[in-house]
């Protein structure tokens, strides 16, 4: 079993190894980013449905409280006309449609906070995309620099060993 053991820590350190290698970070930034950037535009579908939804429910409420109206207005030519029975069944009626348009008030309010907060997820995400692009930026830049100075140092070190090997051959 100890032989088993050791050769899977063994393929498994190695390919470990060859992962890391084959791991290139300006690519997996680039890919962090564009997970983001999706990310960022389905919350925008979501809020954009979220705010559509309030629409169609403010909508409604205007038709129920229209409605609320229409039953108030009958209820008060039913007392001028003396008619009670009338007036009590258009007052139910009112009733029924006030309380479906409360409903819907709070369906409104509930909508408010979620795109309330759909925003500031949106907000905040804006903000990380943007903060990972300048450090991509930043780790570009500083693997050009590191490039430069190693090409530089090789240069140094390829001139040094030069001048060595003219100073034997001199000898």
Avoid at 19 to 33: G, H, N, S, Y
Avoid at 101 to 112: G, K, P, S, T
Wanted: charged residues 35%; contains cysteine; hydrophobic residues 35%.
């Amino acid at each position: 079993m100890g032989i088993f053991t050791r050769f899977k820590d063994i393929v498994g350190a190695n390919i470990n190894a060859m992962l890391d290698k084959a791991e290139d970070p300006d690519k997996m930034i680039r890919l962090v980013i564009q997970e983001m950037e999706e990310t960022l535009v389905e919350l925008k579908s979501s809020c954009a449905g979220i705010m559509a939804d309030k629409k169609k429910t403010e909508r409604d409420q205007d038709f129920l409280l229209t409605q609320v109206q229409k039953w108030q207005d009958r209820a008060e030519l039913a007392i001028t006309k003396e008619r009670e029975d009338l007036a009590r069944e258009a007052l139910i009626e009112k009733s029924q449609y006030q309380g479906k348009a409360d409903r819907l008030f709070e369906d409104i309010h509930h909508y408010d906070s979620l795109i309330k907060q759909s925003q500031e997820d949106i907000s905040q995400l804006e903000s990380k995309i943007n903060t990972a692009k300048e450090k991509q930026q930043l780790l570009i830049k500083r693997h050009i620099v590191a490039g430069q100075k190693l090409k530089t140092q090789n240069e140094i070190r390829r001139s040094e060993s030069f001048s060595i090997l003219q100073k034997f051959e001199e000898y």
